[in-house]
T-cell receptor, first 113, second 118 residues
Framework: GEDVEQSLFLSVREGDSSVINCTYTDSSSTYLYWYKQEPGAGLQLLTYIFSNMDMKQDQRLTVLLNKKDKHLSLRIADTQTGDSAIYFCAESTLGSGTYKYIFGTGTRLKVLA | GAGVSQTPSNKVTEKGKYVELRCDPISGHTALYWYRQSLGQGPEFLIYFQGTGAADDSGLPNDRFFAVRPEGSVSTLKIQRTERGDSAVYLC????????????????FGEGSRLTVL
């Protein structure tokens, strides 16, 4: 079945770049997403990438997709203490007849002042 | 409100009891999802509705779990004979995604209903 894996923890210093990695197994994924979850809150979409793209930049966020290796990464430039949260990678097969989103286990990012 | 609303926010029940969790999606969103999130885990898919029908219920763990969306808006997740292992945060999300549509399918999540089974 489909599986999405992430490392559990990442700690960086304020102002440094953070890179959060994700691997997935479903080769028919059409969209891949990064969601952010702050304590006590629901998940919020940060950014997404279509599977026929290999890079997307959105202000401080850069998403890289290596479809051959089924590897997705999220780079946050100039990381701030407000970026401390859990980051979830997710994949979907929108447009392929099913709309089930599969989430990874989440990476807890801690930003040290 | 403008977002996805879930009630109750917290529910404590005893083993063997029946529980209902409610989700009120964003107005006009045709797709509605239920996920379960255990401590330290990512959201685990339970069921997806497109309109009133359950398009995919492959994530429901067993027949104690059931969900309805009778008018294509509000949904209720029902858990019978609750067990301690059912303790988790139950997340609801809605989306404008329609079959064959070009939308990127952003899911809008509620804050979840935390269920504790004693």
């Amino acid at each position: 079945g489909e599986d999405v894996e992430q490392s559990l923890f990442l700690s960086v210093r304020e102002g440094d770049s953070s890179v959060i990695n994700c691997t997935y197994t479903d080769s028919s994924s059409t969209y891949l997403y990064w969601y952010k979850q702050e304590p006590g809150a629901g998940l919020q979409l940060l950014t997404y990438i279509f599977s026929n793209m290999d890079m997307k930049q959105d202000q401080r966020l850069t998403v890289l997709l290596n479809k051959k290796d089924k590897h997705l990464s999220l780079r946050i430039a100039d990381t701030q203490t407000g970026d401390s949260a859990i980051y979830f990678c997710a994949e979907s097969t929108l447009g392929s007849g099913t709309y089930k989103y599969i989430f990874g286990t989440g990476t807890r990012l801690k930003v040290l002042a | 409100g403008a977002g996805v609303s879930q009630t109750p926010s917290n529910k404590v029940t005893e083993k063997g009891k029946y529980v209902e969790l409610r989700c009120d999606p964003i107005s006009g969103h045709t797709a509605l999802y239920w996920y379960r999130q255990s401590l330290g885990q990512g959201p685990e898919f339970l069921i997806y509705f497109q309109g009133t029908g359950a398009a995919d219920d492959s994530g429901l763990p067993n027949d104690r779990f059931f969900a309805v969306r009778p008018e294509g808006s509000v949904s209720t997740l029902k858990i019978q004979r609750t067990e301690r292992g059912d303790s988790a945060v139950y997340l609801c999300a809605s989306s404008l995604v329609v079959a064959g549509g070009p939308d990127t399918g952003e899911l809008f999540f509620g804050e979840g209903s935390r269920l504790t089974v004693l």
